[in-house]
């Protein structure tokens, strides 16, 4: 006669049970409530770019040459500059178009500049960029800023400047570097 199987205790099934059942629900939660839903504009001024649905395009808000995105309650403002320097490709060029971007924050009571990086490339498609990091103040509200500066081989210059509520960019980080990443310039 075969001996007897041993099984588990009852608890220990529904500890299982239990645990798979959570483990489920926080896969699906993380899947579905947390997944970002892009969305996509079409720029007049050259170029595209991917943003999370719900966030608010707004050409006309602000001075040019930029447009502006935001999120709710302006957690996230967006400011995106496109400007035309045909000399900015060129090493001079470019040395030159920094200078007067670290002095713009030098010369900002407002503004702390942390971090200033910049990369020349010639003979690419992107000559040149660089990413800033700063901490801004806008009435008594404190912004982390991170900017992100492109220059082309034809003298297109695009400034993506990202302004997060301090007390939220633990939400948004991750987002704003994929906005960043999703940003594609468009030359006629």
Do not use: C
């Not at 839903?37 to 770019?49: I, K």
């Not at 991917?50 to 302006?74: C, F, H, L, M, S």
């Amino acid at each position: 006669m075969p001996a007897p199987k041993k099984t588990k205790p009852f608890s220990t099934r529904i500890y299982f049970i239990v645990f798979g059942f959570l483990l489920l629900a926080a896969i699906v939660t993380k899947f579905v409530f947390f997944n970002v839903v892009w969305q996509t504009y079409d720029s007049p001024r050259g170029y595209q770019l991917q943003y999370p649905r719900g966030w608010k395009v707004d050409p006309t808000r602000g001075g040019e040459p930029y447009e502006r995105i935001t999120a709710k309650n302006d957690e996230v403002i967006l400011a995106i500059s496109v400007y035309e320097d045909k000399g900015a490709p060129t090493k001079e060029g470019f040395d030159k178009f920094l200078d007067e971007i670290r002095q713009s924050y030098l010369n900002n009571p407002d503004a702390s500049l942390l971090s200033f990086d910049p990369g020349f490339h010639p003979g690419k498609y992107l000559t040149g960029e660089y990413v800033a990091a700063s901490l801004w103040k806008k009435s008594a509200v404190t912004y982390e800023q991170t900017e992100l500066g492109l220059v082309t081989q034809g003298g297109h210059i695009y400034i993506l400047t990202a302004n997060i509520d301090r007390q939220k960019s633990k939400k948004y980080t991750k987002i704003i570097n994929e906005v960043f990443l999703r940003f594609k310039p468009i030359l006629k």
